[in-house]
């Protein structure tokens, strides 16, 4: 049976292969690529290079773009890097927003600092000349650019440091550094909590790399995006979670980042919930959860709801037999009997037999024509 199996994948991996169509085609003397035109050079010297990439002998093309370049050097390196005799290039394909986002354009662009004749593909969209480094098209200085080493799409090395985001991280070490998760790095001396800043005007969208204080980095392991503990803590982002065991931290439950227990505490990022019981604590979902005794919304409790007829709803209700409430409060006057949820009605999520609600707010007379 298993060889009959093997058989039959065989066949059929040969089959979708020869099935498969490139975006390329010729057809009535002319070349198109998804079904429109390309306006080409010379259509004797046509040659596809990938499933974007093609050439003729005076130019080039993207996605059936024209690109400006030296026909017969030009070589694709990957579905988005490209060279000619003396031009990098790189080139993608999205959304525009333009439209809306509901039509792709190709962008096309030149690296004009890159050196053709030694720029070399990585992995994970990491490129380098012999002089410097490179990300999806964007430059970064690298301090020896014959060792950069990528480690994932966020982070790369070094002989002498270890960088993230493309950007150096000060005082790392760039031969034992290494990644230990999505937002986590350490070498043989500290370890390293990295993050994209979007919350300060004065640095917003520049790249941060802290060390954990005091974190060991040979017993460091990653709990989740946001937790973490060697033998002596356990951490939430870049600081200490203070009173947290790290023998017995754990996540609440799995892919849900914002909540960890051990054996007695409750914490909600980095904050103990200190109304809760470990041992009966459940989460209802991402941000409404319960004990034995008591809800919570987050860290908070819920002081008047009844746990046995609580229910979460969805886009940020939840109700029990007596109340209402909309992310953790209370929803004044509506009516949890008749309480539900709408649909595909203008500035209205919910309603009750008295009155129409958006985000947890009464909607009044005229609130639509606001």
């Known amino acids: 049976m298993k060889f009959v199996y093997l058989i039959l994948s065989v066949l059929g991996f040969s089959f979708l292969l020869s099935c498969k169509k490139s975006g390329y085609e010729t057809k009535n003397g002319a070349v198109y690529y998804k079904g429109n035109k390309v306006n080409l050079e010379d259509l004797d010297s046509f040659e596809e290079l990938n ?9 080039a093309y993207y996605r059936g773009s024209y690109i400006e370049a030296h026909g017969a050097s030009f070589e694709a390196l990957d579905e988005h890097y490209a060279k000619d005799k003396s031009t990098v290039y790189y080139c993608d394909n999205s959304l525009d927003g333009q439209t809306y986002f509901t039509s792709r354009k190709n962008s096309i662009k030149r690296l004009p600092k890159a050196d053709a004749a030694s720029f070399e593909l990585l992995s994970n969209g990491y490129a380098k000349d012999k002089l410097h480094g490179y990300s999806n098209g964007v430059l970064f200085p690298v301090h020896d650019i014959a060792s950069l080493q990528p480690l994932d799409y966020s982070f790369c090395k070094d002989k002498i440091t270890g960088y993230y985001a493309l950007t150096m991280i000060p005082n790392s070490d760039g031969p034992s550094f290494e990644v230990v998760g999505n937002s986590f790095a350490k070498d043989r001396n500290q370890v390293f909590y990295c993050w994209i800043n979007y919350a300060d005007p004065k640095v917003r969208n520049l790249p941060v790399a802290q060390v ?5 980095p040979q017993t460091f392991a990653v709990l989740d995006l946001a937790y973490s503990k060697d033998k002596n803590r356990v951490y939430y982002k870049n600081q200490p979670l ?9 996540l609440v439950e799995p892919n849900y980042q914002d909540y960890l227990s051990d054996t007695t505490q409750v914490f909600y990022q980095n904050t103990l919930i200190s109304e809760a019981d470990g041992a009966s604590f459940e989460l209802l979902n991402d941000f409404y959860a319960q004990d034995h005794k008591t809800v ?3 860290d908070k409790p819920l002081k008047n709801s009844d746990r046995a007829t609580f229910t979460v709803l969805e886009s940020g209700y939840a109700k029990d037999n007596k109340h209402v409430y909309f992310e953790g409060k209370e929803v004044k006057g509506a009516d949890s009997a008749s309480f539900k949820l709408v649909e595909n009605v203008y500035n209205q999520d919910a309603a009750d037999a008295k009155h129409a609600y958006h985000a947890g707010k009464i909607k009044k007379p005229g609130d639509d024509n606001l």
């Open 242 to 250: 203070n009173g947290a065991d790290p023998l017995t931290a754990r």
């Open 212 to 216: 954990i204080p005091g974190a060991d």
């Open 296 to 298: 919570f919304y987050q």
């Open 51 to 59: 499933s974007v990439f093609a050439r003729d002998a005076v130019a």
